[in-house]
Every structure is written in C-alpha cells, then in structure tokens.
C-alpha cells in the first residue's frame, strides 16, 4: 500500500481529503503543523508527500525548502504535491522550483485532487 | 468645597466608630464571599459554554465530513448523475438535533467544504443547507436588533446565494442605517446574489468607498457575467465622488471602453494629485491611437515629480517604437533621477533592445541603468 503524509492546517480539509485518500486504498498518515510533518518526515518514508502551504509554526515553504536543501529529508518522500489558497504565480514557481512535483491551488475539483494523486502515485 | 469634604471625611470616620465593628467585618467578608461566588459562576457558564462549543466542534468534524464525504463527494467523483445525488438531510439533522452550538459549527463546516472544492460539489453543498432550512436561521439574524449579527447573517446568505422577498424588504432598512460596514456587506449581498442591473447600482453609490470596498466591487463586477455592462465613463466626471470615479475609471480600464479617456483627461485639469497619479495609472491601460501624443502633451502641464513619473509610465504602457526618442530626451535631459528611471523603464517596457542600446552620460544614468536590468530590483 502506497503511504501518503498529508500536512494541512485546516482540521475539515484533512479529514475531508484523508478520507477521499483512503477510500482509494492509501495509507494516510496526517499532522497539521510543518513541527509535526517534519519529525514524521524524519521518522518514516512516504510516496507522496501533500503540503499546504499556509501552515502554523514551520511554514510549508519553510518546510519545501529544508527538503531541497537536505539530501536525507528529500529521500524519504519520493513525490511532493503543494496545494494553496495562493493564486499568485511567483508562490507557484516558487514552489516548482522547491522540487515540488505538483501544484494545486484552492478551490479545486474533487476529482482533480484525486486523479493527479493517482497519476504521481503511478 | 475643601472645608466640605474635610467635614463629610470627620463624619464617615464619626460612623465608622459608632457602627458595631463586628458587623462591618461580617458585612465586608459577606460581600467578598459573594463577588468569590460570582467569578466561579462566570468561570463555571463561560467553562461550560466552551466546552460545549468544543465538543459541537468534534461532533460536527466527526460525523458530518465522512457523511458528506460517503453521500457527496464520492458519487461525485464516480459521476454519478447529479439528480440522483440526494442531500442527506436527516442524518444531518440527527446529529445537529436542536443545539445552536452545533448549527453553527455545521454551516462553518458547510463554508469549509465550499472554500476546499470548486465546481458541482459547491451546488450541493449549497443545496444542503437550503434543504436543511438554514437559511432560515440567517434571515432571523438579519432582522436582529445588533449589527454584528446583521453582518454574520448577511454574509452568510451571501455565501449561500440565499435571495427572497423577505431579505430584499429587510436590507432595504438596513441600508438606511449609519453603519458604513453594515452598509458595504449590504452592497456586497445586493452585487453578488440579487445580481442587479449594474446602472443602477452605481447610481447608488452615494458614500465615500475605502480602497477595501473599491476593490471588492471591482473584484465581483469583474468576477461575474452581467449581460449589460454600463459605460463606465459616465460616471467619471468632476461631479462624482473620487472613489466612485476610481472605481468607474478602473472598471473602464478592464472592460477596455476607450471613450473613458477623454473623461480622464478632462478630469485630470481639475482633480487633487492622488486622484490624478491614480487616473494616470489607469490611463496607462487604455489604448487609443492619439494617447501617446495627448500624454507627451500632458507631460509638459504636469508639474509634480510624481505625476510626470505617472505619465512616463502611461506612456510605457501604451506608447510605441515612435515614442522612443522623447522618451530617450526625457532619460538624458531630466535632472531628476526619478523621472530618468521612468522614462528609462518605459523604454525597457516598448523595446528591450532600444534599451541596451543607450550610452549612458555619466555615472548617474548608468546606475539607473543598473538598476532597471536587475531583474531582482521591484521597479
């Protein structure tokens, strides 16, 4: 089975998404600050990492950043997909060039969200 | 006066001592006891009310998302047929039952959703709490006597697209009271659900607009598809209040109405400086075939730094390969640095090579030079 970290502030986003992601068969694990997301990242591997960006205490950019910079951090997630309420396009180039493999902005279609986790997770 | 008050000083002291010591201490800890007793209350109902709240907030998190998640969202994804789709009403209602604490955490839940997905998930989301009868719980808001429960509820129904006679009857009073914020919401609901002729709304706006406000008209006349869309420029004239022209001159600038220029420059002879560096801005949007001309023109009228700034700009935005060697005197012959780094930019923005071609008279110009080739530097 297939592990996914979900990082995201908002207590009915997660549950909404962690249950759409367990309904398609993935292991979940979820925390809703960057502190959290970051000793889990430490801890254990994950295929796919979903970071919201506009997070309390350690920032999801912050937190992209670290991964790009630390070569042991970067191997224990293979994929990393940002999702954001900033429409702005230089958060966006930011986040790509943070190595980030897919970029979401809010609000978005429920069948968006799913098949693009499908098609990283492939 | 000072004789006074030493007299009532001698006569409280004069009772103090005649009245039984013991009962003034009895009466003291008496008093002390009870206001003890208050606080706890208070601390106990406020307590209570928490945690009331709180356990509203693991309910509703609980068993509402996997309800809307199992009934909504994922025949959507599987494409069920959206008719087929039923709202499941009364299993929300059974965990709601009658409490307001849950209610509230319900429609924050319902807004939550809103702000997560986009598209056919929104219309049943919306379709929940009209089925649900929640609207019905804003509307009473709406006739509240405290304006902050007007703003919630008006915000609410706003969200919801909630719209009927009784709300109409209702903001039509509220529009008659002080409250500037209270009146915003009000035209912020009357443009995004009533979705009125926009003539008429404009005619409406009688009140000096916050940037806030301007925006957010902005923001929702742009963001939605009225089939008539006035000319904006009618409104802009010395008469109007500035906001509202600003409004008008932005909202002209976005749907390209051209004629709106020659009311801009009319404008501009009279207005105060902000008004007319906003206007030039604008300007700097509009595209007609005499603008460079009528902005070369302006430029020598123009007295500020700033507002010379502004045209230069314009003209950048607008102005053509033609344009280049006035563009290039302003650069070499202004003393203001500026003003040189305006005309510079304006330029760079008409033809970058025009840019790297220009010898630089001294170290001045090749610092503004510099500046407008680093790409890191914000202009």
Redo the contacts between chains.
């Keep these: 089975m297939k592990n996914i970290l979900l990082v995201e502030d ?4 997660v ?3 962690s ?2 992601l367990k ?1 398609e068969g993935y292991g979940v694990d979820v925390t809703t600050d960057g502190e959290e997301a970051l000793k889990n990242l430490k801890e254990n591997t994950y295929d796919l990492l979903i970071l919201d960006l506009g997070l309390p205490s350690l920032r999801g950019e912050e937190l992209l950043s670290m991964m790009t910079n630390n070569q042991n951090l970067k191997d224990q997630v293979l994929k990393t997909m940002v999702i954001t ?1 900033n429409i702005g396009e230089e958060t966006m180039e930011q986040a790509f060039d943070m190595n980030a493999d897919d970029y979401l902005v ?6 968006e969200f ?1 098949a693009r986790v499908k098609r990283l997770l492939k | 006066m000072k004789s006074n008050f030493y007299a009532d000083a001698f006569n409280w002291v004069e009772i103090f001592v005649l009245f039984n010591w013991d009962m003034l201490q009895a009466l003291i800890v008496a008093v002390l006891l009870l206001g003890l007793i208050m606080v706890y209350y208070f601390i106990f109902i406020f307590r209570r009310i928490n945690r009331s709240k709180e356990h509203a907030k693991f309910v509703i ?2 068993q509402v ?2 309800i ?2 199992e009934r909504i ?2 025949p ?2 599987n494409k069920v047929d959206p008719n087929k789709i039923t709202s499941p009403v009364e299993e929300l209602k059974a965990i709601i039952k009658k409490s307001r604490y849950r209610r509230e955490e319900f429609v924050r ?1 319902l807004i ?8 056919g ?2 219309e049943h989301i919306r379709q929940i709490y009209l089925d649900m009868g929640l609207n019905a719980f804003a509307e009473k808001g709406l006739f509240s006597r405290k304006v902050k429960k007007n703003i919630l509820a008006l915000n609410e129904l706003e969200f919801f697209k909630v719209k009927s006679h009784r709300i109409v009857k209702r903001i039509t009073q509220l529009q008659r009271k002080k409250k500037e914020i209270l009146r915003e919401c009000i035209n912020f609901y009357i443009l995004n659900v009533l979705e009125i002729n926009l003539d008429n709304f404009i005619n409406s706006i009688q009140h000096p607009m916050s940037q806030w406000e301007r925006l957010q008209y902005y923001m929702i006349i742009t963001n939605s598809h009225y089939p008539n869309i006035p000319n904006f420029s009618q409104w802009i004239h010395a008469e109007e209040e500035p906001s509202k022209i600003l409004l008008c001159a932005e909202l002209s600038a976005h749907y390209y109405q051209v004629e709106a220029s020659d009311a801009i420059y009319q404008l501009l002879r009279t207005s105060t400086l902000p008004i007319k560096l906003k206007l030039l801005n604008i300007l700097g949007r509009i595209y007609t075939d005499d603008q460079a001309e009528k902005l070369k023109e302006l430029y020598s009228i123009v007295k500020s730094v700033d507002g010379k700034s502004e045209v230069l700009k314009a003209l950048g935005r607008t102005g053509t390969i033609n344009d280049l060697p006035f563009l290039l005197d302003v650069f070499h012959a202004s003393e203001n640095g500026f003003i040189k780094k305006s005309a510079l930019r304006s330029i760079y923005s008409i033809d970058v090579d025009a840019f790297h071609a220009i010898q630089p008279n001294g170290e001045i110009e090749q610092i503004i030079i510099n500046h407008i080739k680093n790409p890191l530097l914000k202009y």
């Design positions: 908002n207590k009915v986003t549950t909404m998404l249950f759409l309904k309420s809010k609000p978005f279609s429920p069948v799913v | 998190e609980e998302t996997p809307i998640a969202i994922i959507y994804i839940t939550n959703f809103h702000n997560i997905f986009d598209g998930v929104n």
